[in-house]
């Protein structure tokens, strides 16, 4: 059985994971695949704290938009439950006029 991703993870990818080669995040320029600016790329601690509100920023993000995806999905289910319940309703109304408006002479 083939493993299958959620829907949420297809749509927006797979967010806050990121995966560096060798060495620290912000630990100096040519580890972890490249540099990142001049602060990371100097190393020590400010480029260590640049890396740490980078990730933090991205786990903030993936958080805002899981939060969107949700409200998007409630407000689709209320959608789709007025329909149904208009639905039923025109049902309803459909078999109780079938019932009386007969045309044959």
Partial sequence: MALRLPSFLRTFGTFG???MST??????????GGTGGAIRDAGGSFGKM???HEEQY???LAQEQLKSL???HE?????HEEAI??????IKKLKSDGGSDSDSD
Avoid: L, P
């Fill in 17 to 19: 994971v990121r995966a």
């Fill in 23 to 32: 060495g620290d995040a912000g630990s100096g320029a040519g580890k972890g």
């Fill in 50 to 52: 640049e890396a740490a």
């Fill in 58 to 60: 991205m786990r903030k």
């Fill in 70 to 72: 949700k409200d998007h």
């Fill in 75 to 79: 407000t689709e289910i209320k959608q």
């Fill in 85 to 90: 319940r208009r639905h039923k309703e025109n």
